[in-house]
């Protein structure tokens, strides 16, 4: 088994493409097959670098890789030498008066050959030729004898178009360049592509196809055509129309993992028929069928004010708890980098990830979930947040020196802090809850908090002591 991923440098990775890629990815992994990576870069005048560079930069960020890569443009020669094999066969031929289909529709009608130039004498095609007459390599498509051009698609069934009703399309535009449906199927003959996965809006391309491979004398791939992508307007999810919402790199800039990324694109259109949503890359590659790919088009919900699917934001989630300290501390390092906190590293944010990991569901929020572990000292936050329930200020000021008595002697452990402070709640006559939300504010700013004893640990003694202080002071 071969496939590939043909993406077109025009514009950055499209969310459609990376579900593209992924399941032509999971299609190989399942069935012990070959995943090969063709950049389509023909378009001369819409390809820019930074749509390459974009591509590349989702895909390698998906984490998933390929094994062989190509650039159509490094492989024109075969385009060409496709082309005419096709014209030698008797399959194609010169046409000295091109009209295109958006011009003949102009002209009121569906243009769907030229009837001079497909009679046109093979002689007196090549005396024009030669004589340097400008011209269009057509596909003398069947015509007038019934033929009909049947798909067994993968995933939609038998599909089939008489030949009748498809114009005699283009293999070499004028200049001599080879259109996408030449250079398309001259590539996947040429790599020996067994199995085509791509998007629905490709299938009416399916039959001009299966025409050139039938022409070259090679094996036709299967194919297995996805459901569109959908905005929750109803409209299909565009990069023009939706903009950066779209983008694979929107996602890993917001803090997605990789995996949880993946994990959700692969619910758009397929089912794993066991009721399970979350799943493990092997768990995803063991399950993945061609049989599970539905073929009503998926929605992707999101609003104005918030960009990602609640699906996505709870299964990403759900993946950043299955990774360890140290992993997560890893995955979060460049964004508490990027969120300026002082003196960030991996070990310092390593004895952190474990108290902020249920309380992200994104990367990106560890600026508001840990800024306090970094800030030397806290921002300004309302007095009254210290007040303790059924209590006062008054209260809050007893509670905070007696915390810091008892904290000053305390083993900063998660048993002796907590030994320390119930025991000076004890004292001074105070519940326990009373003790403790005083202190929180004092040294996390906020009563909302990750454990406090963790907290107190991970801050260390100066620190909690300083803060604890600064907020006395406030009182």
Request: glycine content about 6%.
């Amino acid at each position: 088994m071969r496939v590939r991923f043909a993406p077109s440098p025009t514009g950055y990775l499209h969310i459609g493409g990376a579900r593209t890629f992924i399941f032509n990815w999971l299609y190989a992994r399942r069935n012990g097959g070959t995943v090969v990576l063709r950049i389509d870069d023909t378009d001369i005048e819409r390809n820019t670098q930074v749509s390459e560079d974009s591509i590349f930069e989702g895909l390698r960020w998906l984490d998933l890789g390929w094994d062989e890569l190509y650039r159509q443009s490094e492989r024109l020669d075969l385009h060409t030498k496709s082309a005419w094999q096709i014209f030698e066969a008797g399959h194609a031929y010169r046409d000295f008066t091109p009209m295109s289909t958006d011009e003949a529709a102009a002209a009121g009608h569906n243009w769907l050959f030229n009837a001079g130039m497909r009679e046109l004498s093979r002689e007196e095609s090549d005396r024009r030729a030669a004589a340097g007459e400008p011209f269009v390599l057509r596909f003398r498509v069947p015509r007038g004898v019934g033929r009909e051009i049947v798909v067994d698609d993968l995933v939609y069934g038998k599909v089939v178009k008489a030949a009748d009703d498809i114009e005699d399309f283009a293999l070499l535009r004028s200049t001599g360049v080879p259109t996408y449906h030449m250079a398309s199927c001259a590539d996947d003959a040429d790599l020996r592509i067994t199995h085509i996965l791509r998007g629905q809006e490709h299938l009416a391309n399916t039959y001009k196809h299966v025409l050139i491979f039938e022409a070259l004398g090679v094996p036709v791939p299967q194919t297995a055509h996805l459901p569109l992508l959908m905005a929750p307007d109803g409209a299909k999810l565009s990069k023009r129309k939706h903009g950066p919402v779209v983008s694979v790199t929107t996602y890993r800039d917001a803090g997605f993992l990789p995996h949880g990324f993946v994990n959700f694109v692969c619910l758009l259109g397929w089912n794993p028929k066991n009721d399970r949503e979350k799943l493990s890359r092997q768990e995803l590659v063991d399950l993945f069928s061609l049989d599970g790919i539905n073929r009503a088009n998926a929605t992707i919900n999101f609003t104005d004010e918030d960009p990602f699917d609640p699906k996505a934001v709870w299964l990403n989630a759900e993946h950043l708890r299955d990774l360890s300290a140290p992993e997560l501390a890893r995955e979060l390092l460049p964004f508490a980098d990027k969120a300026g906190f002082a003196g960030v590293s991996e070990e310092r944010l390593t004895p952190i990830a474990p108290l902020i990991r249920e309380r992200i569901r994104l990367l990106s929020e560890v600026a508001t979930t840990a800024d306090f572990f970094f800030a030397a000292e806290l921002p300004p936050y309302d007095v009254n947040e210290l007040i303790p329930q059924k209590g006062d200020l008054a209260m809050a000021k007893v509670a905070l020196e007696k915390a810091k008595e008892v904290l000053a002697g305390a083993e900063f452990t998660h048993d002796g802090l907590d030994a320390a402070l119930r025991g000076g709640a004890e004292q001074v006559k105070l519940k326990a809850g009373q003790m403790f939300q005083p202190v929180r504010v004092a040294v996390c700013g906020r009563k909302v908090a990750p454990p406090l004893f963790e907290t107190l640990a991970v801050l260390g003694r100066d620190v909690s002591l300083h803060r604890i202080q600064k907020a006395i002071e406030l009182i």
